[in-house]
C-alpha cells in the first residue's frame, strides 16, 4: 500500500484563494519535503521539515507556507494563490541516515 | 551550493539498444548520488544511489550508474532497453549529512520505440 499520499490528487484554485495540500506518511520517516515540478526545472524544493512542530525553508519557498503538526503529516499552505504557482506538488519523506526519499504520487494545481 | 545538470532533456532508443543517460554534477565535498524515475502520472522512484566503494553501482531493473569523481558525472547505463522503461529520469545529489537535501536534475524523459 502507499505509505505517502497526498491529497487533493488535482485542485482549481482562484486567484487569491487559499490552497493546503495535505500530506500523510506511514514511513515514520523524521524527515518530510514538498518539491514542486515544472518542465524544464525538474524539481525543486519548497520547505520541509525534520520532526513535528518543525518547518525549513527550501530553495524557493516565497508565497509558501508548510505545517508539521504530527510525525505523519506536513501541509504546504498557498496563502494567496497565484497563476505562477500553477504546478505539480510532490510531498516526500525521507530516512535520516540514507537520504533516500519516498514520493507521494503527486497533486496538480491549477490556478486560474 | 549543489547542482545538478542533466544535459539530455529527451532521449530516444529503439528496443534492445543500449543507453546512457548523461548527469554532471557540482558538489565541493563528497556527494551522495542518486537516480530516481518517474512514470507516468506517479511520483518519482529510487534506481539507484551511491555513497562509497564500488563506483560503478547497481539497481532495479538492469540499470547501473557509474561515479567517476574527475568528471564530477554519474551516468545511468543499461545494456538493453524495454519499452517498459519509457519514464522521466532525474538525477540528484545530497551532501549526505543526515537530513541533507536532494538537489535534482532537471530531468530526462526517456522514448524507447518498440
Known amino acids: 500500500e502507499a505509505a505517502v499520499t497526498q491529497s487533493p490528487r488535482n485542485k482549481v484554485a482562484v486567484t487569491g484563494g487559499k490552497v493546503t495540500l495535505s500530506c500523510n506518511q506511514t514511513?515514520?520517516?523524521?524527515?518530510m519535503y514538498w518539491y514542486r515540478q515544472d518542465t524544464g526545472h525538474g524539481l525543486r524544493l519548497i520547505h520541509y521539515?525534520?520532526?513535528?512542530?518543525?518547518?525549513e525553508k527550501g530553495d524557493i519557498p516565497d508565497g509558501y507556507k508548510a505545517s508539521r503538526p504530527s510525525q505523519e503529516n506536513f501541509s504546504l499552505i498557498l496563502e494567496l494563490a497565484t497563476p505562477s504557482q500553477t504546478s505539480v506538488y510532490f510531498c516526500?519523506?525521507?530516512?535520516?541516515?540514507?537520504?533516500?526519499?519516498?514520493f507521494g504520487e503527486g497533486s496538480r494545481l491549477i490556478v486560474v | 551550493a549543489q547542482s545538478v545538470t542533466q544535459p539530455d532533456a529527451r532521449v530516444t532508443v529503439s528496443e534492445g539498444a543500449s543507453l546512457q543517460l548523461r548527469c554532471k554534477y557540482s558538489?565541493?565535498?563528497?556527494?551522495?548520488l542518486f537516480w530516481y524515475v518517474q512514470y507516468p502520472r506517479q511520483g518519482l522512484q529510487l534506481l539507484l544511489k551511491?555513497?562509497?566503494?564500488?563506483?560503478v553501482v547497481q539497481g532495479v531493473n538492469g540499470f547501473e550508474a557509474e561515479f567517476i569523481k574527475s568528471n564530477s558525472s554519474f551516468h545511468l547505463r543499461k545494456a538493453s532497453v524495454h519499452w517498459s522503461d519509457s519514464a522521466v529520469y532525474f538525477c540528484?545529489?545530497?551532501?549526505?549529512?543526515?537530513?541533507?537535501?536532494?538537489?535534482f536534475g532537471g530531468g530526462t524523459r526517456l522514448t524507447v520505440r518498440p
Open positions: 516526500a519523506s525521507g530516512d535520516v541516515g540514507g537520504n533516500t526519499l519516498y
Open positions: 514511513n515514520n520517516h523524521n524527515n
Open positions: 521539515s525534520y520532526g513535528a512542530g518543525s518547518t
Open positions: 558538489y565541493s565535498g563528497t556527494p551522495y
Open positions: 540528484a545529489v545530497s551532501a549526505g549529512n543526515a537530513g541533507a537535501k536532494l538537489t
Open positions: 551511491y555513497y562509497s566503494g564500488d563506483p
